[in-house]
């Protein structure tokens, strides 16, 4: 199935043999053609200029003769006197019409062929000199062919030097061609542009784009992995001594406290595998189709309206002090998410009976999204590795459970968007500060 495609695949080679054989001989029929023109009116010139100087010559001939002139030069002689009686008579091949027009003229003999005629009266004499057109046709054509003839001598030799040049100047592509057959599937360093044409490096360049971004998608994948695999095993270890201890149980209180540990794990379990599931369709980009306007503000409203709930049940006071219509473009499913995460963690975060202030704010060509909390915030040197997989900060890990994915997947999120995110103290509520700024649409 492959080879047939690649037969009927342009070759770029053979189009330019193909090309400059087309140019070569259009120029050799054009010269030729030319060539043909130009001779053909210089021998009518030549021609115009014997016949006038062979009747010239031939004013005193002795009357009665047949042949005046050499019989290579094929004209053809008749004259008469001015009394009608014919001096000079064509050979018998020669049927000219006996009526004579003075000067040059293009007659049809009564032979069917056409001449050349020049009629002139001089020395008492009227001359006529003839001449076949189809001999200056014929010489004509043998200049063109002489022309046309080195050329087609030299052709084979132009498209030898040519497809020489050209299997030359596309060496570099085939060698870039080799070099990525032969390599293994794992191995995405960049393609080498030593030796490349001006016209085939950024070609290349791109590709070596392409496979630096495919080699840090991979290696990102790897870690991810890596990661993951990492972090189930200790949740996994858990749920097994769970049900142990569910198995050993000897009384129903035991039973009970026992289950109520392993439902806890399969929760907690349950989060991490879908966590990581959500991280990693947001950094693949996958099923999220393309971006799109969309107004911030009810869907902030709605994400609210869905922690309102986690928010009660601890006392803690989530408000939407400003809230300006702003627009901009982007996944509405994938900001549900990070409105979501930075809420939860804004609420998990926070002492029973704290509070949670939330702002959107319309900043002319931005807008700004700020989530503040009276949580413990997050010490300076720790903002960055926050967003890191699995990272937990020390006070995030003395407050409450978690899988150290949430950040990871609103810094994902929010680097799809091109949005700006800061960590910052919130000089209001003592806690975190979180500002996510967007281009608007």
């Not at 050329?151 to 497809?163: K, Q, S």
């Not at 695999?229 to 050993?248: D, M, N, V, W, Y």
């Not at 949580?375 to 300076?380: R, W």
């Not at 903002?383 to 150290?404: H, I, L, N, P, W």
Request: proline fraction near 4%.
């Amino acid at each position: 199935m492959s080879e047939p495609l690649r037969d009927r695949a342009p070759s770029l080679r053979r189009r330019l043999m193909l090309f400059v054989l087309g140019a070569v001989c259009l120029a050799a029929l054009l010269q030729g053609v030319s060539a043909y023109r130009t001779a053909l009116a210089e021998a009518d010139a030549i021609f115009d200029y014997q016949m006038q100087q062979t009747a010239l010559s031939i004013s005193g001939a002795t009357p009665g003769a047949r042949h005046v002139m050499p019989e290579e030069l094929e004209l053809i002689i008749q004259g008469w006197s001015l009394d009608g009686l014919q001096l000079f008579a064509p050979p018998p091949r020669a049927r000219l019409p006996q009526r004579a027009v003075m000067g040059f003229a293009d007659v049809m003999g009564e032979d069917g062929r056409a001449y050349r005629v020049l009629s002139m009266q001089t020395g008492g004499q009227v001359v006529q000199v003839a001449q076949e057109l189809a001999v200056r046709e014929r010489l004509a054509s043998r200049l063109a062919w002489r022309t046309i003839t080195p050329i087609a001598l030299v052709l084979p030799v132009l498209l030898l030097v040519v497809g020489w040049v050209i299997r030359q100047s596309l060496a570099p592509v085939e060698r870039v061609r080799r070099q990525l057959s032969q390599r293994a599937a794992e191995d995405l360093t960049a393609v080498s542009e030593q030796g490349l044409p001006v016209e085939i490096r950024p070609l290349v360049r791109e590709l070596n784009s392409l496979l630096e971004r495919m080699r840090q998608a991979f290696e990102a994948q790897q870690h991810f992995v890596a990661d993951a695999a990492h972090e189930l095993r200790s949740p996994l270890t858990a749920l097994k001594l769970q049900i142990e201890g569910l198995q050993r149980a000897g009384d129903e209180a035991a039973r009970a406290q026992a289950r109520a540990r392993l439902a806890a794990g399969v929760e907690r379990a349950s989060h991490l595998v879908e966590q990581l599931l959500l991280l990693a369709r947001q950094e693949s980009g996958t099923g999220t189709g393309t971006a799109q306007a969309l107004a911030l503000e009810p869907l902030l409203r709605r994400v609210l309206a869905e922690q309102v709930g986690a928010a009660q049940s601890r006392g803690i006071d989530l408000g939407l002090l400003r809230a300006d219509a702003v627009q901009i473009k982007g996944w509405p499913d994938a900001l549900a998410v990070l409105l979501r995460n930075l809420l939860d963690n804004a609420i998990k975060y926070s002492p029973d009976g704290g509070k949670v202030d939330v702002l959107l704010l319309d900043e002319g060509e931005r807008a700004r999204l700020r989530i503040e909390d009276s949580g413990p915030g997050i010490a300076p040197e720790e903002r960055e590795r926050v967003f890191d997989r699995f990272y937990r900060s020390a006070a995030a890990q003395t407050q409450a459970g978690g899988s150290g994915l949430g950040l990871a997947i609103v810094k994902t999120i929010a680097e799809r968007h091109a949005a700006q995110l800061q960590l910052e103290r919130s000089e209001a509520l003592g806690g975190l500060r979180v500002d996510l700024v967007f281009s608007k649409s």
